[in-house]
T-cell receptor, first 113, second 113 residues
Framework: AQTVTQSQPEMSVQEAETVTLSCTYD???????LFWYKQPPSRQMILVIR??????QNATENRFSVNFQKAAKSFSLKISDSQLGDAAMYFC??????????FGSGTKLNVKP | DTGVSQDPRHKITKRGQNVTFRCDPI?????LYWYRQTLGQGPEFLTY????????KSRLLSDRFSAERPKGSFSTLEIQRTEQGDSAMYLC???????????FGNGTRLTVT
């Protein structure tokens, strides 16, 4: 079974600064998908960014980008120009070949004004 | 796209009672997932469907948990003889096909007293 590990339970960043959230995963599959989700307090979980494992190019969505290292099984999320609205729980997720999703334990991001 | 809808939003029940939750996925999505989330943790897989077929049920789930998706539309999750350890947020999500991100509902928060 696949596992997803987020080793940073909580992180803080100053507004307008950059922060990187870490994620590693364990799998024997060669093709899969990786995701970062954001869950604001008491609100719905929403997609931040998606990465296909067969693509070497790192995904980017506005201020959000990933550093995907397939050999190292690492998938970190970089948030540039952090905003107060970025404060939330962030979850890394892995989708396997059977379309089953595995989630990490999450990283709570605090943004300081 | 009206989003994934879950009902009820909150449920308080006494230990030993049965509860049933409903999830209405996005209409064109043929995959539907149930997850359980406790405070400060990532979503834990419960079960998932492709159309009306239940593809997998977590081995962590006891026989008190059952889910259905009649006609491949809405889904219900039933918990029989609830226990205090069942207190959690129950999340439903749907997706149209493999590699697509999950779209989450707002969840049903269950409190067992």
């Amino acid at each position: 079974a696949q596992t997803v590990t987020q080793s940073q339970p909580e992180m803080s960043v100053q507004e307008a600064e950059t922060v990187t959230l870490s994620c590693t995963y364990d799998t024997s599959e060669s093709d899969y998908y990786l995701f970062w989700y954001k869950q604001p307090p008491s609100r719905q979980m929403i997609l931040v960014i998606r990465q296909e494992a067969y693509k070497q190019q790192n995904a980017t969505e506005n201020r959000f980008s990933v550093n995907f290292q397939k050999a190292a099984k690492s998938f970190s999320l970089k948030i540039s120009d952090s905003q107060l609205g970025d404060a939330a729980m962030y979850f890394c997720a892995y989708e396997n070949n059977f379309n089953k999703f595995y989630f990490g334990s999450g990283t709570k991001l605090n943004v300081k004004p | 796209d009206t989003g994934v809808s879950q009902d009820p939003r909150h449920k308080i029940t006494k230990r030993g009672q049965n509860v049933t939750f409903r999830c209405d996925p996005i209409s064109e999505h043929n995959r539907l997932y149930w997850y359980r989330q406790t405070l400060g943790q990532g979503p834990e897989f419960l079960t998932y469907f492709q159309n009306e077929a239940q593809l997998e049920k977590s081995r962590l789930l006891s026989d008190r948990f059952s889910a259905e998706r009649p006609k491949g539309s809405f889904s219900t999750l039933e918990i029989q003889r609830t226990e205090q350890g069942d207190s959690a947020m129950y999340l439903c999500a749907s997706s149209p096909l493999g590699g697509s991100p999950l779209h989450f509902g707002n969840g049903t928060r269950l409190t067992v007293t």
